[in-house]
């Protein structure tokens, strides 16, 4: 069976998977989401490689969905907020700071991740803290790459997770999914255009399946 979101337990803390990317936190009202990589369409277009326009604008109006259905006092990256230098300016940062308005009251947390390094912190008009990994929450370890911690289960992203469902004949689809392991959970990337790499189920390993607006356990 399918549902906008999944309860799961977690170290000793309920977490919802939801169908939109993202990983929500009832007990302490956070929304956490994984690699957004605003501004990855727009850098490519400045490269000159024909890329689709309006992924920010689109990824904006998904999280403003989630803002508006799930109790949200806090928001955080886990990483790879911005994807480069360029997404620093010009439409991408009007479309931040348009968005940012909005949401004036939204406490956000960055943990940097690989691309945020080179992208360099938000701009300051977007008030935005921002972490160096692993930074504890809880039962947790917020972090962007994957790593162990030695007494907190790790919410990561960077790998931006994908299962590949197979079909009779050579059908297959490519879905993005949470892997979820004992010392270890993986959220799908939130942002449009980037890519993903192919996760197998293990023992250890559950996976969970999002995409049109369902999620649901694959493996």
């Not at 803290?129 to 911690?149: I, N, R, T, Y």
Request: hydrophobic share 45%; proline share 7%; glycine share 8%.
């Amino acid at each position: 069976m399918s549902t906008a979101h999944l309860a799961v337990e977690i170290a000793g803390e309920t977490l919802w998977l939801l169908a939109d990317k993202a990983l929500y936190w009832p007990a302490r009202q956070a929304l956490l989401i994984a690699d957004a990589h605003f501004g990855k369409a727009a850098t490519y277009r400045v490269l000159g490689q024909p890329v689709p326009q309006g992924t920010t604008a689109r990824n904006l109006q998904r999280l403003d969905q989630l803002l508006q259905v799930y109790p949200c006092g806090q928001l955080i990256f886990l990483g790879d907020f911005l994807h480069a230098r360029p997404a620093r300016s010009g439409s991408t940062l009007a479309a931040l700071q348009a968005w940012r308005s909005r949401h004036a009251n939204l406490q956000i947390l960055l943990v940097r991740g690989n691309h945020d390094r080179r992208a360099g912190d938000p701009p300051d008009e977007l008030a935005i803290e921002v972490v160096s990994e692993p930074w504890p929450m809880g039962p947790f370890a917020l972090c962007h790459e994957l790593m162990a911690h030695p007494d907190r289960h790790v919410l990561a992203g960077h790998l931006h997770p994908v299962f590949v469902l197979r079909g009779r004949g050579r059908d297959r689809l490519r879905m993005p999914c949470f892997s979820i392991e004992p010392a270890v959970t993986l959220l799908p990337a939130f942002g449009e255009f980037t890519g993903g790499m192919t996760i197998e189920a293990t023992f250890e390993r559950a996976i969970y399946g999002a995409l049109d607006g369902a999620v649901w356990r694959l493996a």
